[in-house]
């Protein structure tokens, strides 16, 4: 019998420590189900300017590192960090996708997994309770962990559809 259980991560406030294992948990899930798609599934897109797995999984690292470092811990954001990412050429809300580096689904996992320490790392010692505000409202730190792992568990989910599509794309 399998048991499940998400473990609060160490080293931070234990409410925080228990959405970053949500936040693994979705990734693991999500990597799970996608399996091992080959580099051209990767950065296949259904239609021009479209989003491709790769697009995804760079778009998934871009915001957690917004929202952790530079949004919650107030950093600076790195130019080289903006560039390996493809920052300034997605265009989430206009539908504009960039076509990502041809690489095995390994070197996304393992940028992934890198940039999701550094992330975490950035919310060592916050309080999940301390507001923050925006122009239009105000919003707690918890609240910023919560919306970064439902935005996991939502490109995940696409992520695997795409390899789907791929797939199915291949037998027709």
């Given at each position: 019998?399998?048991?499940?259980?998400?473990?609060?991560?160490?080293?931070?406030?234990?409410e925080l420590g228990l959405l970053i294992a949500a936040?693994?948990?979705?990734?693991?899930?999500?990597?799970?189900?996608?399996?091992?798609?080959?580099?051209?599934?990767?950065?296949?897109?259904?239609?021009?300017?479209?989003?491709?797995?790769?697009?995804?999984?760079?778009?998934?690292?871009?915001?957690?590192?917004?929202?952790?470092?530079?949004?919650?811990?107030?950093?600076?954001?790195?130019?080289?960090?903006?560039?390996?990412?493809?920052?300034?050429?997605?265009?989430?809300?206009?539908?504009?996708?960039?076509?990502?580096?041809?690489?095995?689904?390994?070197?996304?996992?393992?940028?992934?997994?890198?940039?999701?320490?550094?992330?975490?790392?950035?919310?060592?010692?916050?309080?999940?309770?301390?507001?923050?505000?925006?122009?239009?409202?105000?919003?707690?730190?918890?609240?910023?962990?919560?919306?970064?792992?439902?935005?996991?568990?939502?490109?995940?989910?696409?992520?695997?559809?795409?390899?789907?599509?791929?797939?199915?794309?291949?037998?027709?």
């Open positions: 019998m399998k048991i499940y259980d998400v473990v609060p991560r160490a080293g931070l406030d234990p936040l693994d948990d979705s990734t693991r899930e999500w990597r799970s189900n996608l399996e091992l798609p080959p580099v051209e599934a990767i950065v296949y897109q259904p239609w021009p300017d479209a989003y491709s797995i790769g697009a995804l999984i760079l778009h998934m690292i871009d915001c957690e590192l917004h929202w952790f470092e530079g949004f919650v811990a107030k950093k600076r954001r790195k130019k080289a960090d903006s560039v390996l990412l493809l920052s300034d050429e997605v265009h989430q809300y206009g539908g504009r996708w960039p076509t990502p580096p041809a690489e095995p689904i390994e070197w996304y996992f393992d940028l992934q997994d890198r940039y999701r320490a550094r992330s975490v790392a950035a919310l060592v010692g916050e309080d999940p309770a301390r507001m923050i505000e925006r122009k239009n409202c105000s919003v707690s730190v918890r609240w910023v962990l919560a919306h970064v792992v439902e935005h996991d568990s939502y490109h995940g989910g696409q992520a695997v559809l795409l390899h789907e599509m791929w797939k199915a794309r291949r037998r027709a």
